[in-house]
Nanobody, 125 residues
Framework: QFQLVESGGGSVQPGGSLRLSCTASGFTLDYYAIGWFRQAPGKEREGVSCISMSGGSTKYADSVKGRFTISRDNAKSTVYLSMDSLKPEDTGVYYC??????????????????WGQGTQVTVSS
């Protein structure tokens, strides 16, 4: 059964750090680009970062460049999102998703058709 499970969310103060994990089961992660998307209350879901199958290509939203790092360990079927210098505007539910089509990790949401259940990230003082 094709499944993506996110973990690592939580509550932190501004300036803090979190590392999210997205673990795949039921399929071979190597053949898929993986993206992290987030949705804040009352806002549309947006792309945060994506990584190609090999990890050779990555893309970041302008709002997170220099603060977030995406990486993958195909041997562990896991993709990570390291988040530093967190801001209140980073608050939201973070989802990972898989795409067979987004070979260059362009982070086009419509190309991601397998989604996890999401993990909550709250940045507040």
């Amino acid at each position: 059964q094709f499944q993506l499970v996110e973990s690592g969310g939580g509550s932190v103060q501004p300036g803090g750090s979190l590392r999210l994990s997205c673990t795949a089961s039921g399929f071979t992660l190597d053949y898929y680009a993986i993206g992290w998307f987030r949705q804040a209350p009352g806002k549309e879901r947006e792309g945060v970062s994506c990584i190609s199958m090999s990890g050779g290509s990555t893309k970041y939203a302008d709002s997170v460049k220099g603060r977030f790092t995406i990486s993958r360990d195909n041997a562990k079927s896991t993709v990570y999102l390291s988040m530093d210098s967190l801001k209140p505007e980073d608050t939201g539910v973070y989802y990972c998703a898989a795409s067979y089509w987004d070979a260059q990790a362009m982070c086009v949401m419509s190309q991601y058709d397998r989604w996890g259940q999401g993990t909550q990230v709250t940045v507040s003082s």
